[in-house]
């Protein structure tokens, strides 16, 4: 499968990442550009650009037909999909396939087998990766409910089975609160979505997020060791490291080589993550769900690993086995990422499209600046809020924190509100430098103060 | 007396809470102070476009799903 011009099926920040690693493999780039993205980044950087479409993405970079149309016209013969738009759509995948182009990613049959949460997790019982406890579908009544609940150990959430995106959830600690719950939330469940049917999981209040990146040629799979992105918003990811620091040696390691056993038993193809929560009380660690595409966190993995990621996707692409072998793969230092999204955190994280008007971008030993910005370049407002991301290395955590730290301080974006204000006061954060972090931990810390932006750095450099 | 009322900020101009959904308001409609007249979507975050003043809407300058920056004459009121 020669690859020769790449279409960027993407915008942002990624389409200027994977630009990059298209030159150094010395490979011609086609960037999708919407009639909104005409002036982006990425557009400057490719040697040609294809129009998908109006600004509106559903229109444009969601429109399958249209963005295959576009890789066509412009004689392209691979697709890079990035992430996010129609990164994990299997139907996109193979339409892109039954065109004639090579998708750089998972085979479209990997995507849609992984996008089923269901049979995911049954993927992942078969290769013995442990996934939350639960019960097989519906509880039929209390006492079965009882019986089950005492199997999986409690607390547990009660979840309705027609519910979905958080509602219908309850939470029981023990068999006492149980029997007052279930009955109450059948009940609702049955008000509120005409179907009273309930199943138990595991409820882990204190989970951490953990996910695993691995590469893969369809055969045989590495994985790229962990990252944790506890700290979430909204159920988005605010600043990501790697490794997982309250990971044990060994812990690490069943957690890794069990990422390794899923990708290889589903002949995974490409780079992919999956998502865990760890519970660190008990040690535990579950299966959540596999992201089937490069992520937004990809760098702090190559940072600690020296593998550039989003070049070894496009290797496997057009045909070639896995490079890397585990032993290969050695972990070296600590890698944080601090997203820098247009939105305003003393305003409630409103979102503030807008024109840079003066850029300084952070360098330095161990710094990294995956961005989407120069100055001049005004802000879209039709799509995500990520403006780019700062990664900084360094030998271990603490030092890569203080160093992150002076990445910030050297950061200048004028024009627009920035979240690099509560990077800085994440930095400086007690719990933060601690490490002692949950995946509500964020929210509630939000809710409890009103965000302090630190004038100038507080962390005392380690000696 | 016609008065045109401008977007807000800038982003998708929508007429309905979803797709399939009926409009908030049509041509012709009485509008009250705090009617909700469309949502504008800014970075996947929805902000309603709510009346500041009534009358009787009278035209839309954009159509549902049209991009819209801040200042572009989004609707007219007659008082």
Same mark, same amino acid.
């Given at each position: 499968m020669g690859i020769s011009t790449i279409f960027i099926a993407n915008r942002g920040e990624i389409a200027v990442r994977i630009i990059r690693a298209a030159r150094e493999l010395g490979l011609r780039t086609v960037q999708a550009v919407s009639v909104a993205d005409g002036d982006m980044l990425a557009a400057r950087l490719a040697d040609a650009v294809g129009p998908v479409g109006p600004a509106h993405a559903t229109k444009s970079y969601l429109n399958k037909e249209a963005v295959v149309r576009a890789a066509l016209e412009t004689g392209c013969d691979a697709v890079h999909p990035g992430y996010g738009f129609l990164s994990e759509n299997a139907d996109f995948a193979q339409m892109v396939e039954e065109s004639g182009l090579v998708f750089i990613g998972p085979k479209p049959e990997t995507i849609r087998q992984m996008g089923d949460k269901a049979r995911a997790r049954q993927e992942a019982q078969a290769a013995g990766v442990p996934t939350v406890p639960g019960t097989d579908g519906v509880v039929a009544d209390l006492e079965t409910a009882k019986s089950e609940a005492a199997r999986i150990g409690y607390p547990v959430m009660i979840k309705a089975a027609a519910g979905g995106g958080g509602r219908g959830i309850r939470v029981a600690r023990d068999e006492a609160e149980l029997s007052v719950e279930f009955p109450q939330a059948s009940g609702e469940a049955r008000a509120a979505f005409g179907d009273g049917g309930l199943y138990l999981e595991r409820f882990i209040g204190r989970a951490r997020h953990i996910e695993v990146q691995v590469l893969g040629d369809g055969e045989r799979a590495v994985h790229l060791f962990e990252r944790e $992105?506890? @700290?979430?918003?909204r159920r988005q990811k605010v600043w990501e490291e &790697?490794? &997982? &620091? $309250? @990971?044990?040696r060994e812990q690490r390691a069943a957690l890794c080589s069990s990422a390794v056993r899923l990708a290889e038993r589903v002949g995974y193809r490409g780079a992919g993550t999956l998502e865990y929560l760890f519970d660190d009380t008990t040690g535990e660690f579950f299966f959540i769900e596999m992201n089937t595409r490069i992520q937004v966190e990809h760098p702090v993995t190559e940072m600690v690993t020296g593998v550039d990621l989003v070049r070894a996707m496009i290797r496997i692409a057009r045909g070639e086995p896995l490079a890397l072998s585990q032993e290969d793969i050695v972990l070296k230092g600590h890698a944080i990422e601090a997203r820098i999204c247009a939105e305003d955190p003393a305003a409630d994280f409103r979102p503030s499209p807008g024109t840079v008007s003066a850029l300084a971008v952070p360098g330095g030993f161990g710094v990294r600046f995956d961005t989407l910005l120069y100055a001049g370049y005004t802000v879209p407002p039709f799509y995500d809020s990520l403006l780019g991301k700062l990664i900084a290395h360094d030998e271990n955590r603490t030092a890569a924190i203080v160093r992150l730290d002076r990445a910030l301080g050297e950061l200048t974006i004028e024009g627009l509100p920035t979240t690099a204000p509560l990077h800085r006061a994440l930095a400086a954060n007690q719990a933060v430098q601690a490490g002692t972090l949950h995946t509500r931990w964020l929210e509630e810390w939000l809710s409890s103060a009103p965000l302090a932006v630190p004038a100038s750095p507080i962390i005392a450099t380690p000696a | 007396m016609a008065k045109t009322i401008q977007a807000p900020l800038p982003g998708t101009f929508y007429r309905s809470a979803a797709p399939g959904e009926p409009a908030f308001k049509s041509l012709g409609d009485v509008v009250a102070v705090g009617d909700t007249i469309g949502l504008i979507e800014v970075m996947k975050s929805f902000t309603p476009v709510i009346a500041e003043e009534a009358g009787t809407l009278t035209a839309f300058h954009v159509e549902n799903e049209d991009a819209v920056m801040a200042g572009q004459p989004l609707y007219d009121l007659d008082a």
């Amino acid at each position: 499968m020669g690859i020769s011009t790449i279409f960027i099926a993407n915008r942002g920040e990624i389409a200027v990442r994977i630009i990059r690693a298209a030159r150094e493999l010395g490979l011609r780039t086609v960037q999708a550009v919407s009639v909104a993205d005409g002036d982006m980044l990425a557009a400057r950087l490719a040697d040609a650009v294809g129009p998908v479409g109006p600004a509106h993405a559903t229109k444009s970079y969601l429109n399958k037909e249209a963005v295959v149309r576009a890789a066509l016209e412009t004689g392209c013969d691979a697709v890079h999909p990035g992430y996010g738009f129609l990164s994990e759509n299997a139907d996109f995948a193979q339409m892109v396939e039954e065109s004639g182009l090579v998708f750089i990613g998972p085979k479209p049959e990997t995507i849609r087998q992984m996008g089923d949460k269901a049979r995911a997790r049954q993927e992942a019982q078969a290769a013995g990766v442990p996934t939350v406890p639960g019960t097989d579908g519906v509880v039929a009544d209390l006492e079965t409910a009882k019986s089950e609940a005492a199997r999986i150990g409690y607390p547990v959430m009660i979840k309705a089975a027609a519910g979905g995106g958080g509602r219908g959830i309850r939470v029981a600690r023990d068999e006492a609160e149980l029997s007052v719950e279930f009955p109450q939330a059948s009940g609702e469940a049955r008000a509120a979505f005409g179907d009273g049917g309930l199943y138990l999981e595991r409820f882990i209040g204190r989970a951490r997020h953990i996910e695993v990146q691995v590469l893969g040629d369809g055969e045989r799979a590495v994985h790229l060791f962990e990252r944790e $992105c506890s @700290l979430q918003r909204r159920r988005q990811k605010v600043w990501e490291e &790697a490794p &997982a &620091a $309250c @990971l044990t040696r060994e812990q690490r390691a069943a957690l890794c080589s069990s990422a390794v056993r899923l990708a290889e038993r589903v002949g995974y193809r490409g780079a992919g993550t999956l998502e865990y929560l760890f519970d660190d009380t008990t040690g535990e660690f579950f299966f959540i769900e596999m992201n089937t595409r490069i992520q937004v966190e990809h760098p702090v993995t190559e940072m600690v690993t020296g593998v550039d990621l989003v070049r070894a996707m496009i290797r496997i692409a057009r045909g070639e086995p896995l490079a890397l072998s585990q032993e290969d793969i050695v972990l070296k230092g600590h890698a944080i990422e601090a997203r820098i999204c247009a939105e305003d955190p003393a305003a409630d994280f409103r979102p503030s499209p807008g024109t840079v008007s003066a850029l300084a971008v952070p360098g330095g030993f161990g710094v990294r600046f995956d961005t989407l910005l120069y100055a001049g370049y005004t802000v879209p407002p039709f799509y995500d809020s990520l403006l780019g991301k700062l990664i900084a290395h360094d030998e271990n955590r603490t030092a890569a924190i203080v160093r992150l730290d002076r990445a910030l301080g050297e950061l200048t974006i004028e024009g627009l509100p920035t979240t690099a204000p509560l990077h800085r006061a994440l930095a400086a954060n007690q719990a933060v430098q601690a490490g002692t972090l949950h995946t509500r931990w964020l929210e509630e810390w939000l809710s409890s103060a009103p965000l302090a932006v630190p004038a100038s750095p507080i962390i005392a450099t380690p000696a | 007396m016609a008065k045109t009322i401008q977007a807000p900020l800038p982003g998708t101009f929508y007429r309905s809470a979803a797709p399939g959904e009926p409009a908030f308001k049509s041509l012709g409609d009485v509008v009250a102070v705090g009617d909700t007249i469309g949502l504008i979507e800014v970075m996947k975050s929805f902000t309603p476009v709510i009346a500041e003043e009534a009358g009787t809407l009278t035209a839309f300058h954009v159509e549902n799903e049209d991009a819209v920056m801040a200042g572009q004459p989004l609707y007219d009121l007659d008082a």
